[in-house]
């Protein structure tokens, strides 16, 4: 059974989120502050963590600046902050995804779901993928540039994945939201592909995604497999 930590001080909506979770078929651990969340993640490794950002002794976007470094744990904030920077903010801590409040358990589910699905996906690739001097490892999830290895979020890396495999070739946000995010786009805040194909450019230092308007992106660059 895959373990999810859910990090929320509100303990009303803790325990609906951790009931609704359970039910469908996730270990759910509870915490109430960061101190408390990171005492969990001494004694647990764990699949998925949801959390808060404005909690009791902090902000929500230190754990996931922590995380991100240390391991690849999926992340999902959950918060009522939902200006532009805010999110903008979350995902450049590495959050795979951005939820704001009020927000429906079933889209929360769902995208538990889509994320949990993604768990195996070092066994779905085994290839080495180059363009350039950028190199992905897609057994091993690792991207290099110039030799040395770029700290992408597991959406980014899927991201690149997916715009590799169809190199040369216009795809669209819908089908980006599918196949990176797994999810329908009535489910997902309209700037995540936008914002995460923005932050894959900056950190790749590469013009090799255009823009191509009303249709979607396109990876311009050659891209061979190893």
Not at 27 to 41: D, G, I, N
Not at 100 to 114: C, D, E, I
Not at 193 to 222: H, M
């Amino acid at each position: 059974m895959q373990k999810i930590l859910l990090l929320e001080d509100d303990k009303s909506l803790n325990r609906g989120i951790t009931l609704t979770l359970q039910k469908a078929g996730y270990a759910v651990t509870s915490a109430f502050t960061l101190a408390e969340a990171m005492s969990c993640l001494e004694e647990e490794s764990y699949s998925l963590i949801i959390c808060d950002i404005t909690l009791p002794d902090g902000s929500g976007l230190e754990l996931g600046q922590k995380i991100r470094k240390l391991g690849s744990t999926y992340f999902i904030y959950l918060t009522a902050m939902d200006s532009e920077i805010d999110i903008v903010n979350g995902y450049e801590t590495g959050a795979d995804d951005y939820i704001t409040k009020p927000f429906s358990l079933m889209v929360l589910v769902s995208k538990v779901n889509a994320l949990m699905r993604r768990i195996n996906i070092t066994e779905e690739y085994s290839s080495i993928m180059v363009c350039g001097d950028i190199e992905l490892n897609c057994r091993e999830m690792k991207v290099y540039q110039g030799g040395q290895e770029i700290s992408l979020s597991k959406k980014e890396m899927q991201l690149l994945t997916y715009l590799w495999e169809n190199g040369g070739q216009i795809v669209s946000k819908d089908s980006i939201l599918e196949h990176v995010w797994d999810v329908d786009g009535q489910f997902v805040d309209e700037n995540t592909v936008t914002v995460n194909i923005s932050r894959l450019k900056n950190k790749l230092k590469t013009d090799g995604i255009s823009n191509v308007r009303g249709l979607g992106y396109i990876w311009t660059e050659k891209v061979v497999r190893k």
